[in-house]
Structure formats: C-alpha cells, structure tokens
C-alpha cells in the first residue's frame, strides 16, 4: 500500500531537519475519514438562490469504491436542487476531535450526486440499510431515492498544515486503512492505561521531552500525539518498527517500542 510520509518535530531545531516519519497517503486518509464517517455537510447548489450553495446534514452508506450513496425524499430541498444541477460537495469531518474542530481531520467529496442506478438499487439499498436500520419504515416509500455521488475530485485536511487534493483515481484506489475499526478503541486504551508509556515514546522516538503526552490518532504506519512540553502544546508523529495489520500485532508493536526506550519497563 502506498504511504507518504511528514516531517516529525524533534525539539526545538526546524522539524524541517528530521528525517520524514512514514505515514498514509492523503488518499488513504480520505478514505478511511469517510468510511469511519457516519453523517456529512451536503452542499447543493440553490434553485431559489440561483449560484449560492445550501447546506443539509446528511446521513450516507458506503460502496467499496468510497461513494457515499444517500436516501433522499423528492419533497427536500436538497434533492429538488440535485434534480436541476447535480453538482455537489460533501465534507466529512472527523468526530472525536476533543474539542479542536480546527485541529481536526476532514474531507470535501466533490462531484455530481446522481440517482442509482436501477440495476443497483438493491446493492445501494443493502448497503444504506446495514448503516441505518431504522430506515426501513421509509425506504421503499415512493418519494424516497437513492443517490450516490460521482466523485471528480478530493480535498483532504489532517490538521494544521496538512492538506492537499486527491484525484478521483487515487481516492477509488485506496482502502481504509487496516485499524480503522479499532483505532478509537486503541485510542482510548493508550490514553487511559498507558499515559507514562506515551511520555516515554515520544522522549525516544520524537526526542521531545514532555510532561503528558496523548495519542489522538493511529494507523498502520505509526501514531499521533500532542504533547505538554515547558513551551506549550506540541504534535508529534512516531512511527512502528513495522508496519500493523490489526490491534494484536499494534499492541506487540508498543511493547517492544516501549521496551526499546526503556529495557525495564515490562
């Protein structure tokens, strides 16, 4: 799988000078937001306020090439704005951001949202329907439809400083990443059970001294923390010794990082 890779802040020389910490493509980080993604920002572009955009909170399932696909009602604003252009966007926003909605991941799908087609209706429904259950009651009323949107382009957003488009191809291209599904699991585990730990990998492997440390994000290729320094609050990524497909072969991972920086520690 491809990866890119960021610069690690190291102590107060430029982080510019470190050597790049492996990490996912914005690709795959697109994708993996909208896949751990349950409800988005559908803006369509106005019928009354012809050229101005109108925004809906929107629910969506999800194909295996990230297209987010919509149930949507005739009588919605929304829809009768997709019905006379279907240009629209979507954004996705990460949804445990503690607090930091600028700190925090998001994603903007642009493209054209357009009526599934009929002969896949069913696999919309299936997929729609495995996300919201509760539709069921409403799903097979006449005004109800589904959309799905055609991507043509990908604006991704990890936090501050890092951000960039993504193509249409690249974004069909990529997976999730392989510990989206555990990742707020070893998430909350870290931060609650192994706070010293922390403090110690991000000495070692960030060369950053620091009074608390918190993980807020991780992936296959190495994990984020904000760390309580004596200058403030910084962000740091480190990466694994190998790369992780699932949280056992992550939790082997931290012990031997862990036991690397300090043999002791058991």
Do not use: C
């Not at 998430?187 to 070692?204: C, F, G, S």
């Not at 480190?238 to 931290?254: C, G, K, M």
Request: net charge neutral; aromatic share 8%; no cysteine.
């Amino acid at each position: 799988m491809p990866t890119s890779s960021v610069r690690k802040h190291a102590g107060p020389g430029p982080a510019s000078d470190q050597p790049p910490v492996p990490a996912p493509t914005f690709a795959e980080r697109a994708r993996t937001l909208v896949y751990l993604g349950r409800i988005g920002s559908l803006s369509t572009l106005s019928r009354k306020q012809p050229g101005f955009p109108f925004g809906s909170v929107m629910p969506y399932g999800l194909d295996a090439h990230g297209r987010t696909i919509f149930l949507i009602s005739t009588m919605a604003m929304h829809t009768q704005n997709l019905q006379a252009d279907p240009r629209a966007s979507l954004l996705v926003t990460q949804e445990d951001a503690g607090g930091d909605a600028l700190g925090a991941s998001r994603v903007t799908l642009v493209g054209k949202v357009l009526p599934v087609p009929d002969a896949e209706v069913a696999e919309a429904r299936k997929l729609y329907l495995a996300r919201y259950g509760n539709s069921k009651y409403w799903v097979d009323f006449e005004d109800f439809s589904f959309y799905r949107i055609k991507v043509v382009d990908v604006y991704y957003v990890g936090g501050f400083g890092v951000m960039g488009w993504v193509s249409a191809s690249e974004y069909d291209r990529s997976q999730p990443d392989p510990l989206a599904d555990s990742m707020a699991e070893i998430i909350q585990h870290m931060n609650a059970d192994h706070k010293d730990a922390l403090v110690l990998l991000a000495r070692e492997f960030a060369r950053v001294e620091s009074q608390e440390a918190t993980m807020t994000a991780v992936d296959r290729l190495g994990f984020h923390v904000l760390l309580k320094t004596q200058d403030g609050m910084l962000g740091a990524r480190i990466a694994f010794l190998r790369e992780v497909s699932n949280p056992a072969e992550t939790r082997r991972v931290l012990v031997e990082m862990v036991q690397q920086a300090h043999p002791q520690a058991k």
